[in-house]
């Protein structure tokens, strides 16, 4: 049963939870960590780990994009940010980096240098040569990866990004619906644009389960739950806490299964999650894997190591996320971010080694089973 | 059904909710921001923003008066404030900033003396004629304006302000009921004296459904929900959370509807309202329009850019609202403060921009429509 | 109905709220605050407001007592602190300010100094003709007071201390019953001892239904609620929020009353309030009149203006309370400090003016009828 | 009854409480704090208080061994720590201290290098015969003991352990089950391991009624309950609070004693408990012990004074808990740091003391019968 409260006479507001408040119970035998298979599978692709790079230019550089791959992962470029925009991309995440850093002694509200860099690298116009070009490096690589579009410009971009050879098209905005309305012209229309593509696509970010059963409807592959940013809360006062929202996602993937008698689409938990502890948490909340974000700005082959900003940050008149400061104790080669050692017991680090651990600890050994992990909740 | 729990053995309370609980859930079909209509219409009266100031000599100087009310919105000056006190008004401003700058390095509880400097300011006697005189200033651009007076003082100022030619009258105190009364002398009964005049009223501020509903049959054409300042909690014990205040009026608004077959009496929310996100909750609530204060003393254009105060702050022996410290990360032209663009992900400039987006991404169009939007709450 | 939840299987625990979470509602015809009656009225005794001083010589000097009386309230001494252990009242008490301002830079907990510089000054012993020598000066200025003796030591000292004519005698621990059980010693059963005395007696302090009403059975004519002090929640484990200890004497009170057809014993609130909403709240949950602390150190006249410990901190083994800096923005007179006018707008200062204010915008002119008033809460 | 609540459509969470959100309530007659016995008697051993030290190096050397066993505790080693690693203990504990206070000015998490100090020190190979030589030097004191090993070692280390003559086994790691599988290798049975000791054995930790019921009936003498830590909350999302945590385990007690028909298995409290207020909200849930660590650190006897570490803090990979300062106001001998006196209301000092006039406070003589004391419970 859903609960539901009356916040003022006649005027209802559903209760929700968010993944702060959630913990995982262990209440089964415990197994060995090494037992544990973190595979992933969606669509005709096999990952090592269930994780996503968010797409920002604050972490997959080509050469992040590969190391990514390498350890298991699935690397997703933002097709809309620098790689092509910016002739020489070092330089340009170098005066990000640089705003950043100038900003470090103050309350990072208090100024917005560097995400006013961003606009301004964003002002450029896009060179999908030069995208092509740079995405044809990883793709020698021989790793999986994705390219992020935005919902306005999917149908723009997205012929010369598959004819780059992508093997997923990633159709995201912080909030997004199956069909985008507006006055005076063609609404967007994302199954008969799926349709059409032979790529795989995720779209997202969806926070309610209508909206995730309309974008299952449209032949997506795997829906990203979460606006990738904690910022819409005060901006637009829009802020479903991921716990409730990666559970309705699930529900709606179960009912979608049975409505078309076994289409699987998969949840992915895009929230700002900032540690291996939340990456268990999504998951024995009904996510099939996580797109992680700032925790990966400890990664030496980060576009600014140390520092994170959403792809939604470089948003010409109103971005939502921050050029911000991760603060790792140290930069450290993403193999040792992901699988450790480590001598930090946050869960910023070793960050598969913490979600191995946990499903071990909890007596499961794949991560579909964890979904059904016993939960309790806290108040407040 | 509202929920009510026993604190003590017999004692019931009633369980209400603030906004910083709530949010907007988005769940149609997405739309264009550029699609989105901000009109808000009351009596006879027509603005692009649903925005009225707080009325404050913090922000609101003839200057500021015009630029708003250019941008859109409704303007109030206080008119128990400086404009009819001080000959010159910039000098008197300089005077609080002066204070309030010297009270930069320590905790603001910790010293009171641009309050100080304010009570002093405002025991200098009000000269209507020069009130009249600046009045005239801002009738002169043609904008549309009201002017605030207290509910002790509305009779015997009323005459002069109408005279003055404002557009409407503003009767507000912290906490106001539809009938003052006072031994051994006559009660001020709100609905006489909206009665007697030729100009529409707003009134205000309440926070229960009771009080909303009394004031709304006084026949003021808006009712303003809030305090208007957030220290009433320490100093009265009095302190009801804006969501839960917002929606009892509109419940208030709802039922008068019914028993007057058709009088809309407009919800103002008016308690310390800091972001676009809160801006978008108060309307998803059921405000028809918002009052904003700290927020626009971002405007360099603001009587004490960078501070403010509510109007209650001046009062002579308990002043309820203090002056603050904003601390905005730059100080901006009203109308890029009110409309973009920013590099602020934070809701805390382009406000206007973050409430049609917040529409927008729901799949509202219209400000009456958007308090339907679905809402969820957090505990605690 | 109380609500009870399970806090773990078959152990469970029932609801309680605490006076941070409690709000009043103003829902009535708003009404002058100069026809607000504070009166008080306990035994025979008649005080303007409805506060009593915290027994300690934080606070309580003769010059406060006096001050305190003269202003309205009841001072209370305590009887077993320094009136009569320190020759030089005053050197006794810079002794503790001196401490405590060297702890000033650091955290209070870091350092206990002061804290041990009272349990020296408390290991003197207590010279009954010292005290009652100081009493006297209290009594020779014409006010009500009362004294503060420990259960322990209840039966010793209140001969002489009645003898020194008192009006008040108050038996206070932090957390006291009715009957205090040792092994190998008699106990001490209130009931017989208050019924061999000539002066109305206060009791307390208790936290609960039960004892309350255990209290009143000893024919206290008033019982103290709270604690006195905040450090019992993490010393003993026992912190029981005080809107609901308040409302739970508050039903004892009721139900005493109709068990013994008629005697009406006061329910005091003491624990650590710090403004005047603070003391609305308290008297809004039903507590007839309120033990103030920590807001009084402002006064010029206190023992230690600025700083602030309650009786219990001076404990030889195991203090609860601490010596606290309250930090006041000034030092006031007290009369000030109690009626205003000030410029602080948090209810820290004008005391009486913030629960006179309250009333009035509820539409209550006296104490009894306040405690009616609408409560709200808001979640943890 | 439990409460569930649906975090999300389909997705259920059991409501869960912390010891921070309950309090004691004091509802009889009150006692001397003399007369209360905190006598914990398990298996044939009896201690004069309900005391077992975490078993960490910095802690318990064998100096503090002796000491708090000497003061009527359990003092318990960790087997696998630094006593059968370093030729100079001394000198390995001063190297993790060194470390720890170059972290002094930085936020802990910033820095792990105490952390992997601890781990450069651990990778040392485990020398029992140091180990025995080191115990001998507590036995010889005459004290009874406690050595820790953890799950995966036990079957190797417990047979020269016995051998050297300690009272209890305690087989604890931060979360362990009754049988530990892992894929070809044979799984860690308890049942069997233990019912081929000669020695009693506590097990643990444990977090839930179910887990809690197996390991008791694996035929442990005591169970811990908590994970001794509170990093795995971020680092594998499992953080059950300990209110419930312990009354499920006491049920698993209840159920099981019924199960046997008499057989009682003890339930001790592990996790960051900071204060004598922690201690008795502990028992008055169920535990019949608890298991002391960072109060501890304060004792002028410890491993490293005035910093604490779990013994989970030296895993190779993966760490659950941190090297901290634990800050004392000042080091103390561990019987004034259990029995006071002391100046320190905050239950950081005097912690026996604190216990017991919690007991006295509530009527209760003994630490059984204190586990039924009402308890009241805060949201949030």
């Known amino acids: 049963m859903q609960e539901h409260v009356d916040i003022g006479r006649g005027r209802v507001a559903r209760r929700v939870y968010g993944l702060d408040q959630v913990d995982i119970v262990p209440s089964r035998r415990t197994r060995s960590s090494h037992d544990v298979d973190t595979t992933w599978r969606i669509d005709a692709y096999t990952f090592d780990i269930p994780l996503m790079s968010h797409p920002t230019d604050a972490l997959v550089t080509p050469e992040f994009a590969i190391d990514f791959g390498q350890q298991g992962g699935l690397p997703v470029i933002n097709g809309e940010g620098l790689w092509g925009r910016a002739a020489d991309l070092d330089k340009a995440l170098g005066e990000v980096l640089a705003a950043a850093e100038q900003e470090g002694d103050l309350r990072v509200a208090d100024d917005c240098a560097a995400n006013a860099v961003l606009q301004r690298l964003h002002s450029q116009p896009l060179d999908l ?7 044809q490096q990883v793709r020698d690589s021989g790793v999986r990866f994705g390219v992020r579009v935005s919902p306005q ?3 723009e971009y997205a012929p010369a990004l598959i004819k780059a050879g992508i093997d997923l098209l990633v159709v ?12 005076g012209g063609e609404p967007l229309n994302l199954k008969e644009f799926i349709g059409s593509l032979d790529v795989p696509v995720i779209a997202g970010g969806v926070v309610d389960y209508t909206t995730a059963m309309h974008l299952m409807r449209t032949g997506a592959a795997g829906v990203i739950v979460g606006a990738g940013t904690t910022t819409n809360s005060t901006s637009l006062g829009i802020d479903i806490p991921m716990a409730t929202s990666i559970a309705d996602a699930a529900a709606a993937r179960r009912d ?6 076994g289409r699987y689409v998969h949840v992915i938990a895009d929230s700002h999650l900032t540690t291996s502890g939340d990456i268990a948490k999504s998951i024995a909340c009904g996510a099939d894997a996580v797109c992680l974000g700032t925790p990966l700005a400890a990664a030496q082959s980060a576009g600014t190591p140390g520092y994170f900003w959403p792809s939604a940050a470089a948003h010409p008149k109103a971005p939502r996320g921050m050029v911000e400061a991760v603060r790792p104790r ?22 598969v080694g913490g979600l191995r651990r946990s499903m071990a600890k909890c007596g499961y050994t794949d991560l579909k089973n964890f979904q059904k992990v016993d939960l309790v909740v806290r108040e407040g």
Do not use: C, K
Not at 256 to 261: K, P, Q, W
């Open 172 to 183: 995201q905005g912080t909030l997004i619906s199956a069909e985008h309305v507006y006055r």
């Open 129 to 135: 040569d030069l995208l092509q070009e740079r995405l």
């Open 153 to 155: 410009n999917a149908r």
């Open 256 to 261: 979608y299964l049975d409505e078309t008698g």
């Open 330 to 351: 140290q930069l450290l080669p993403l193999e040792q971010l992901l699988f450790g050692p480590t001598p930090n017991p946050y869960g910023e680090e070793n960050l």
